[in-house]
């Protein structure tokens, strides 16, 4: 099974171009983020026609996430246990939830896709709700790993973390003034680590990022973040059999920002494997 994470910054912009990289690249099931729409709006034509069923959250034109997958989509889930809300200027425990997590079981495999808030800066409101996002969401994985040990997990997405110093090419970020790069930022991206999911694709592709701004040339200087990840469990990462950056969907018409990311997946069972084994009888 091949599956990939794309923050496709606005899929009414750039639907045409997602199928069509679908299928070129025959993915089974892409996670995307940013999509800015509500479900009504979600140019869903495009990719019924190609083949995928979809599930779709979004609120407004900010945000959104989706999953797009050749295989039954189930166990939908728009939030995980613990995600905290946002509303700029208010408090308290029971704010609005932005669309930035969903949820879902494919074939067998739990995936998550998910939008990570950006932080702003420092001394933003919006940054301790980014740190307060990652911690509830870690301690929900541990929760879920712990329900369904042996089950495939994989939380994919943008993070809006730099995790370490080589996936920053972009001389914009500057260490203790800017977000994606500051301590507390990566100490919460380590706690994933810590609670049993592991990068399944920087140990294949060490090198290379996958965000890279509009502004100043940053593409063509190569000046870029690599925020964009693939975090899965043990028996997830136990099935992964390749990975890679698709750097050239930066280039062309239009490109969104970001770039997708993609796995490979071998699901076969060793009870499979033995199915072709001749038996013995004692």
């Known amino acids: 099974m091949r599956i990939a994470t794309w923050n496709v910054n606005s899929i009414r912009a750039r639907a045409g171009r997602v199928v069509d990289w679908l299928v070129r690249e025959d993915v089974d099931v892409l ?42 989509i189930e166990e939908l889930a728009m939030s995980f246990p613990g995600m905290p809300g946002f509303l700029k200027g208010q408090e308290g425990p029971d704010l609005p939830l932005e669309a930035r997590a969903l949820g879902a079981t494919i074939n067998g495999v739990r995936l998550w896709s998910l939008y990570v808030p950006n932080g702003r800066t420092l001394d933003d409101p919006h940054y301790a709700y980014k740190l307060d996002w990652l911690a509830n969401l870690a301690a929900s994985t541990r929760d879920e790993l712990t329900a369904a040990p042996d089950r495939p997990l994989a939380l994919m997405g943008d993070f809006n973390v730099a995790p370490l110093d080589s996936d920053v090419g972009d001389p914009s ?101 033995d199915d072709d084994r001749p038996m013995i009888f004692g």
């Open 173 to 273: 970020f500057v260490p203790g003034l800017s977000t994606h790069i500051s301590p507390p930022e990566r100490a919460a991206f380590a706690e994933f680590a810590t609670v049993g999911l592991q990068d399944v694709v920087r140990p294949r592709i060490p090198e290379g990022y996958t965000f890279w701004d509009y502004k100043q040339l940053r593409f063509p200087r190569n000046e870029g973040l690599r925020i964009d990840f693939v975090l899965g469990s043990q028996p997830f990462a136990d099935a992964v059999t390749s990975a890679r950056i698709d750097r050239n969907e930066r280039k062309g018409d239009a490109p969104s920002d970001h770039v997708p990311v993609v796995v490979d997946l071998d699901l076969s069972s060793d009870d499979e494997d």
């Open 31 to 72: 996670a995307m983020q940013e999509i800015k729409c509500k479900p009504e709006q979600f140019p869903a034509e495009r990719f019924e026609e190609a083949g995928y069923d979809l599930a779709i959250h979004g609120l407004n034109q900010w945000n959104g996430v989706a999953i797009a997958s050749r295989y039954p």
